[in-house]
């Protein structure tokens, strides 16, 4: 495998990681727009318009756009968060140029009002289904409280009256200050001809307008705290908790991730002994969300109501002997193996490939080849992870949960 990058006099970043062995190839146009650079008023903006893609260009109408994708056979998707937009497909290596183009040409919708009125009511039902369904928005409140004025509280989806309220001029507005292509990448990944790549991007994205799409760096001042939201309908009881932890260029992310897998993988961590095995528990786990300035680790359990306050603290106590007692050596040896046995899995995957090498360019990170990003895991120490458990601390923490309870209380020592 070769990695190989050229940029475009307009700023558009080529990206791929060139596999002669692979059966498929994989591209996919990520953004760095999400949640965190809207305004209020223009909240989810970045979603609905990633809705807004799939409607047409000036070259394509809706229905071409997915008969197109059809003919090349194509898996393909996107996505939006709180920090980027991505746009991918995986095809056949003969579909390269088309494909590429194809993904170009959406990276340029048409954004008509026609569309961007029925697109609405669409956004609009997804928010109230998503309210509808478990943990009922709890993902979003959490959010919200835990990072209180700065901008990655904002939610995803928006809110009704957000969308309801949005413009197509606000819409197009919004694109023309975050599409710029120096904002933007072409990854690819699997049996990719790499110089083709770079003459179908000049050709396709070469005449883009170039302009400035800075995005601003907040301090985040992390709140704590328990609160409740009342599901008097639900048949389970959801705990989320959210605590501080390192952003996306930080040096002891690698160990806050193995830390994370100690006590909360979904298999022979001590949340799965504790919570799942004990039959406390239906879901249980931990994970580490990090982003462009700040972090989080989110830790979540799913349970019986009559069990929510047994395991709120049984959560306490497991966080304490974690920083209190440490963790053993086997403990370390077993997570880094199953880390690095994931990432060997998935490197197998060519869309996974396309997606490693597009996040690495999102956090401005130097590419990493597969074998590395295991080898940094391998060297990680007990003492890196003891360091990391002293430096966020999880029992320091934003708490909701969500349910029929209403009389919970934050978790206590066991």
């Not at 026609?114 to 997804?126: A, G, L, N, S, T």
């Not at 790549?197 to 760096?217: H, K, N, T």
């Not at 709120?312 to 497991?318: H, I, V």
């Not at 690495?360 to 391998?378: G, H, M, S």
Request: glycine share 8%; charged share 25%.
């Amino acid at each position: 495998m070769e990695y190989r990058q050229h940029r475009l006099e307009n700023g558009l970043e080529i990206l791929a990681e060139c596999n002669d062995q692979a059966y498929t190839s994989a591209f996919g146009f990520f953004v760095k727009t999400g949640a965190r650079d809207e305004t209020a008023e223009l909240g989810g903006v970045s979603h609905f318009l990633e809705h807004m893609v799939f409607k047409g260009t000036p070259n394509l109408t809706a229905e071409q756009v997915n008969l197109r994708l059809d003919e090349m056979g194509s898996s393909s998707n996107a996505r939006t968060g709180e920090e980027s937009t991505i746009y991918h497909a995986t095809v056949l290596p003969e579909f390269q140029t088309p494909m590429v183009e194809l993904l170009s040409d959406l990276m340029r919708p048409s954004l008509r009002s026609e569309d961007f009125e029925m697109e609405k009511q669409v956004i609009v039902e997804e928010i109230n289904m998503y309210r509808d369904q478990p943990p009922y928005g709890g993902h979003e409140k959490i959010m919200e409280e835990f990072f209180g004025p700065h901008p990655l509280s904002q939610s995803v989806l928006g809110t009704v009256d957000s969308v309801s309220n949005m413009t197509p001029d606000g819409m197009r507005s919004y694109f023309q200050q975050r599409y710029s292509p120096g904002n933007m990448a072409l990854a690819a990944a699997g049996q990719v001809d790499f110089e083709q790549l770079v003459d179908d991007a000049e050709r396709f994205c070469g005449a883009w307008e170039s302009f400035a799409a800075p995005r601003q760096s907040y301090e985040a001042k992390h709140s704590t705290g328990f609160d409740q939201i009342v599901k008097e309908n639900s048949h389970q009881q959801y705990i989320l908790q959210l605590a501080a932890g390192p952003c996306a260029s930080d040096d002891d992310r690698f160990a806050t991730r193995v830390m994370s897998a100690i006590l909360g993988d979904d298999g022979g961590s001590r949340m799965y002994w504790d919570f799942l095995d004990s039959g406390m528990a239906e879901s249980a786990g931990m994970g580490v969300y990090e982003y462009f300035d700040t972090g989080a680790i989110m830790t979540y359990i799913c349970c019986a109501p009559e069990q929510a306050q047994a395991n709120l603290d049984r959560l306490y106590a497991l966080q304490q002997k974690a920083v209190e007692g440490g963790i053993t050596q086997k403990e370390l040896e077993l997570a880094k193996r199953k880390i690095a046995a994931h990432i060997v899995l998935a490197s197998e995957r060519t869309g996974s490939r396309m997606f490693s090498v597009g996040a690495q360019w999102l956090v401005d990170q130097p590419f990493k080849t597969t074998k590395e990003i295991a080898e940094v895991y391998e060297a990680i120490t007990l003492d890196q992870v003891t360091e990391a458990l002293h430096k966020y601390p999880l029992a320091r923490s934003t708490t909701l949960v969500v349910g029929p309870c209403n009389d919970l209380k934050p978790g206590l020592s066991v």
